[in-house]
């Protein structure tokens, strides 16, 4: 690591450690510097835990964006573009607003439990069909475009279930649709950590095939490295990072995308475990200075995460677009 990549990365933490300490500072209802302490429910039980979520989930999903970009050789792939995060929705939906589940659910640590795995389901399966069909479509845009078609009828079927759904039940999935990092307890930090966590870390043993994929298939078979196993073994990855932060966080849109985009940008590298470390750094980041602005305009109403996401993520988009016109 030379000395202008440990200047990149100590400017990183810097700003990952003050955007933690905002988050925690000014993120919602009122309390001030003299309410910390182990007895104080603000903090240790709604501010601290939304904190660990922003870090949570920015890390999750960016780097989820950077395996799907890897392995689609797609700068423009991620979860929310590709309807990876709308399948995990869907699935989410069937679980909560079909008839016969809410007793079910009352259960708080099961009950999130069934979630997370129908989350997690329906992100696998969406990622699965986007991988067969990469097989059969040449173009990245094409490509784009059917994810953005499976986006929309997943969103058809959710609309559809959420018409006939009970209004109790409707309203709070709805709310969880617009994305939040704060109704997230300690309770699903204790699924939500050791998942989120274990999955990182196995990213991690997964750079060297990560580096040959770059170079497609041909390359990475060349050097040694089973490709078939290692882009299912990534997938499964990618999945389960989205279904996870989808499921505690509902659909967070264009950190799988931007972030990735940005570690680039800044490290100009090729090497993936330099963006595997700048990907948590970057998408923690994001997730705690975009919770900051959501708590800023007011104590008493909170703005939804995905409208601060999408306003980073989405010029970045149109202005890859229009750099690379080739696609």
């Avoid at 390359?219 to 990618?238: D, M």
């Amino acid at each position: 690591m030379n000395t202008y990549t440990r200047i990149k990365f100590s400017l990183l933490i810097i700003l990952f450690l003050t955007g933690a300490i905002l988050s925690i500072i000014l993120g919602g209802s009122e309390a001030n510097l003299s309410d910390f302490s182990f007895e104080n429910f603000i903090f240790w039980q709604i501010r601290v835990p939304k904190t660990i979520t922003a870090i949570l989930a920015g890390s999750t999903l960016s780097i989820a964006g950077l395996i799907l970009q890897i392995i689609f050789r797609n700068p423009l792939a991620g979860p929310y573009v590709l309807g990876i995060s709308s399948g995990a929705s869907l699935l989410v939906a069937v679980t909560v607003l079909s008839g016969g589940t809410l007793q079910l659910l009352e259960s708080d640590f099961f009950g999130k439990g069934i979630i997370v795995l129908s989350s997690i389901t329906g992100s696998i399966l969406v990622t699965l069909f986007i991988l067969y069909l990469s097989k059969k479509v040449n173009s990245n845009i094409l490509l784009l475009l059917i994810g953005l078609m499976i986006s929309q009828i997943c969103g058809a079927l959710q609309g559809a279930l959420e018409y006939f759904a009970n209004p109790n039940e409707l309203k709070n999935f709805v709310v969880w649709g617009m994305g939040s990092l704060s109704s997230t307890t300690n309770s699903d930090l204790l699924i939500y950590i050791p998942i989120a966590f274990v999955f990182l870390v196995v990213t991690l043993l997964f750079t060297k095939p990560l580096n040959a994929f770059l170079l497609g298939q041909s390359y990475a078979t060349n050097v040694g490295v089973n490709y078939s196993a290692n882009r299912f073994y990534l997938i499964l990855i990618s999945s389960v990072l989205t279904g996870i932060t989808t499921a505690f966080c509902g659909p967070i849109a264009f950190v799988g995308i931007a972030v990735p985009l940005l570690s680039r940008i800044i490290f100009k590298t090729s090497d993936q475990s330099t963006h595997v470390f700048s990907c948590m750094l970057i998408g923690s980041i994001l997730l705690l200075y975009s919770d900051v602005i959501c708590h800023t305009f007011s104590t008493s109403f909170t703005l939804p995460i995905n409208m601060i996401t999408t306003f980073v993520g989405a010029p970045l988009v149109i202005y890859l677009l229009f750099k690379n016109k080739q696609w």
